[in-house]
């Protein structure tokens, strides 16, 4: 996989950046784009037991999901 192309920003930046490049936006990035850690991804999906609703289909699960 090719991690240039994803990047984390607030509200306001990725509003203003819309569904265009950083580059096509006038933007630039703090820093440059890297693979991620393993172990930082396995602990943030510890907390998503009370995830939104409306993020269900966006995030990955590893046991199939209540309805209730």
């Known amino acids: 996989k090719d991690w240039e192309n994803i990047v984390t920003c607030c ?5 203003r950046k819309g569904g265009r490049t950083p580059h096509q936006a006038g933007m630039r990035l703090v820093r440059p784009p890297r693979r991620p850690e393993r172990a930082p991804a396995i602990r943030i999906t510890v ?4 995830a939104p609703e409306s993020w269900r289909d966006y995030l990955y699960w ?4 209540d309805d209730s």
């Open 11 to 15: 509200i306001s930046c990725n509003r």
């Open 47 to 50: 907390g998503l037991r009370n």
């Open 62 to 65: 590893n046991v199939e999901l």
